[in-house]
């Protein structure tokens, strides 16, 4: 962690650095333009005064080129350093961070990967069970079918037995009576009479 911390700061000076370096880089950049301006100017001026004057001038803007442009290289060449040390910086940084999280996971999912392993075998049983069931819920449904079949056949075959009985009913009652009026005729018209 000590180290952690270490190029932590160390990522934040050279950042600070860079930003030094940017405004400075901005700072020159704006002095080279007013300077430009200047010379622009001065030429202006120069083509109205003489030749010795032009000379001084152009002196000038030889030495107004070359000195932005040499401290412009140094600045990038700074740059670039401080860009490849943050490049350095932040490779061994990520390193660092990637061997920690590694160690981490390796710690972190051991008690995951048994959670899911006990998560797994719960479902799998739980889906015996609901197997189960469903083989027995089909059991009963056919029992209950054949039961349901053979109740209808003996239903039906009940009322043919009792369309039958009834028909046997009705034909004795009617081969009965004629018998009986025969053997009571006096009885019969004393039950008409009251």
Known sequence: MCSLEKVLGDARTLLERLKEHDTAAETLIEQSSVLSQKIHSMKEVGNSLPDKYTEESTEYQELSRHKPHNRGKTLCLSLEEHQYALELIMGRYRKQMLQLMMEKKELDTKPVLSLHRDHAKEVQSQLERICEMGQVMRQAVQMDEQRYCSVKQRLAQLQIE?????????????????????TNPAESPKKQEP
């Open 162 to 182: 009792n369309k039958e009985l009834r028909g046997l009913l009705s034909i004795s009652n009617s081969s009965v009576r004629p018998q009986r009026e025969e």
